[in-house]
């Protein structure tokens, strides 16, 4: 007796839309650089939606470099803040909306406390509201509501019943995702107004969080914290076949020999690799796509258990900064009139500056209370 056998869970997903898209030449993305940060737009369509699987929707991909530098991080969370700004304008939000933000996550585990440390970094300002009008200043309120492990409860109740009883004009939602490519663990950021399911990335996926289900617009955004031991199985034979080929391009060149140790960059650029250089290397499987490839390591390591979620070393210090990006990322895409007055008032030092305005957003309620 023959049986079809269930493929879907060999299936290899992703959170961001930018490697869902990646071989598909129908879907043409929107790139632009600003300041050596790729910004990638993409609107999905009912067509694209049942191509790559993602719901409709805008989506901004944000590709950056190390958030460990200051100049740099400040850079990112620039662009940030004006990209945000532009999805809350196509989703005709005003300064007098009410914006309840979401940290999703366990803060208990670092690379997945993303949501969490960003929500320490919210200027919350509703509870002034009750008082006065607050001047330049948008009315936000922000939560971290836990995990399902820790509460009990599924999020998207915690959301509702908080929607339900603030009734605010929009939500934002921030969490940890996962990735396809060990090059954007740590260094993309991606919004996008379709919402989220919480712990999709691990296969873990709970219900979702949209306007669908909760009636008002909901922006995700997402840092991919983490990768599969697929990716990093699979990126690793990529990585040996732009070796291969590189040493092979360049065997003849005597400064190579003498510099190719301390080159670590060439892997990352555009090395041309030949099919037949791929079947020297590894035979038939050398014949194989990326996608293909990485189904048969999927099939491989999932049904023994092996196909682990991992992270960087640097993860604490690294998700410190990336919380830092986010959280004052909508401070000040949010409060941007406040924070912009106060910015025009302080010394011209720009790292005083950063400082000062960190200083007094932390103090805001004691200044107007």
Known sequence: ?????????????????VESIKDNNNIKPVINIEDKIKITTVKVDEKMEKLINKKQGNYITIEFEDVTDFTNKEKVKEVFSKELKKMLANLKITKNSYCLI????????????????SINNIIVTSHLFELQNVEGFMKVS???PGVMGQTGIETSKVVLSLIETLKPDFVLVIDALASQSLDRVNKTIQLTDTGI???????????EISKEVVGIPVIAIGVPTVVDAVTIVSDT????????????QNIDNPLNKLLFNIQPNYLKKDVKVLKDDKEKLFGIVGSLSEYEMKQLIFEV???IGYNFMVTVKEIDFIIE????????????????????????????????KYHKIMK????IVDFYI
């Open 1 to 17: 007796m023959n049986r079809e056998k269930d493929l879907k869970k060999y299936n290899i997903r992703t959170d961001l839309l």
């Open 102 to 117: 979401i940290g999703l996550g366990n803060d208990k585990s670092t690379p997945d406390s993303l949501g969490p440390l």
């Open 142 to 144: 922000a939560i971290n």
């Open 197 to 207: 399911h919480p712990g999709s990335g691990v296969s873990n996926s709970r219900k």
């Open 237 to 248: 034979i990529n990585y040996m076949y732009k070796h291969y080929s590189y040493s092979k």
């Open 301 to 303: 390591l999932t049904p």
């Open 321 to 352: 900064k990336l919380s830092d990006v986010i959280g004052n990322g909508i401070n000040m895409a949010l409060h941007d009139n406040a924070i912009t007055k106060l910015w025009n008032e302080m010394p011209q030092n720009y790292e005083i």
């Open 360 to 363: 007094w957003s932390c103090n």
